[in-house]
């Protein structure tokens, strides 16, 4: 008898998503964090390449000022880092000279403009006169969640007219849910696959949900999703790494190199000054951190058999060494001989039983895990 099986587990998954980092720009708009200098610009925007990032925000235009700052910055980037594509920011009530239309003819290099509208009924001429000038256009469309369908469509098709290439739905002010994502996503897809248009999805930290709501929009019809370092900017957006991290489980390319995620954090965390926290995901301090006795006899029992990347797996879902991190353990009143023994050996100390028992006893007597420098004292204290 002839059977026929169906895998259920069988899904067409997306392509992967396009991802527009918008770190410079959110740090050169927020007044509590640095502003980037333009050599730091660079540094990061090499090491967002090495991740396969697509597009960099420098900055946002809302006045004279911040466009005076862009034409050098675009002299500057121009000459250091030619080829580059990328995407500025433009408030609808930003002046705009004729300098950076100018600068901007000049540039001959793909670049993209991300207008911001400032009112609900916007005049969209620049728009117009950003396409003829060959400059693809994003038109972002606020708060898309509280428009109805007739409003909706009435933005995409204006958006269109104005010669618009991208079309940016944002989540912000009290995004939609799962359910809602899905729903408006799929309608704005329809119109905008007809209209030969791309969709860019952004959202907030207003309830946590940036990073679900940004993989739902991909998952719901988005090309390319709008995102920072730990989400960083005064409203905030989806977490860069996270999302990296999550493409990489949706999409393992074991050939490509993630290795340099976590160098692109610590460089974010000393050039940015910023913080993700001891208990942010991946990338915290306590991510793949343990001082419990079977956490560590788990990992060092593979780490013995020479499976390293098992020892990633007992306890995470995510393998550290593929992101440049690696498995921790410590010592602490939770702790058992497997961790102590780890912590010695690592350290290259000379032990045995004896010492073993006696610097567990003392660690059991503490209140918190142990720093590698109070049991080093503990370690020649009971050693003498």
Not at 14 to 21: A, E, G, T, W
Request: aromatic content about 6%.
């Amino acid at each position: 008898m002839n059977q026929q099986w169906h895998n259920w587990n069988a899904q067409e998954l997306r392509p992967r998503p396009q991802l527009l980092d918008a770190t410079l720009s959110e740090l050169a708009a927020d007044p509590h964090l640095p502003s980037p200098t333009w050599e730091q610009a660079l540094a990061w925007m090499k090491l967002g390449r090495e991740l396969g990032i697509d597009h960099f925000e420098l900055m946002t235009l809302s006045g004279l000022a911040e466009v005076e700052s862009c034409c050098r910055w675009l002299d500057a980037l121009a000459e250091e880092a030619p080829g580059e594509t990328w995407v500025l920011s433009l408030q609808e009530r930003c002046p705009w000279p004729d300098r950076l239309m100018k600068r901007l003819q000049r540039l001959g290099r793909p670049l993209e403009v991300r207008w911001i509208p400032d009112s609900p009924d916007p005049d969209l001429t620049n728009c117009r006169r950003l396409a003829d000038l060959g400059v693809a256009v994003s038109l972002v469309i606020p708060n898309a969640h509280q428009l109805d369908p007739i409003r909706l469509h009435r933005w995409l098709m204006r958006a269109r007219q104005a010669g618009v290439s991208v079309v940016e739905i944002t989540g912000r002010g009290g995004a939609p849910w799962r359910s809602g994502i899905q729903a408006m996503l799929q309608f704005v897809k329809g119109i905008v696959v007809h209209e030969r248009l791309r969709l860019t999805w952004s959202s907030d930290h207003g309830f946590g949900l940036a990073l679900s709501q940004a993989l739902e929009a991909w998952h719901s019809g988005a090309d390319r999703l709008r995102c920072s370092l730990f989400g960083c900017g005064i409203q905030g957006n989806a977490p860069l790494e996270l999302l990296l991290v999550n493409l990489d489980l949706d999409f393992p390319q074991p050939d490509k190199d993630l290795t340099c995620l976590a160098e692109l954090c610590r460089f974010g965390e000393e050039a940015f000054d910023l913080e993700p926290g001891s208990e942010y995901p991946v990338f915290g301090r306590d991510a793949f951190r343990t001082a419990t006795g079977v956490h560590a006899a788990a990992i060092v029992k593979a780490l013995a058999q020479g499976k390293g990347d098992l020892a990633d797996l007992v306890y995470s879902s995510v393998c550290a060494s593929r992101l440049g991190l690696s498995q921790r353990i410590e010592v602490g009143p939770m702790s058992g001989k497997a961790n102590l023994k780890f912590w010695l050996e690592e350290q290259g100390l000379a032990h045995d039983s004896r010492l073993m028992e006696s610097m567990l006893s003392e660690v059991k007597q503490r209140a918190h895990v142990l720093t590698d420098l109070e049991l080093i004292d503990l370690y020649h204290t009971l050693a003498a």
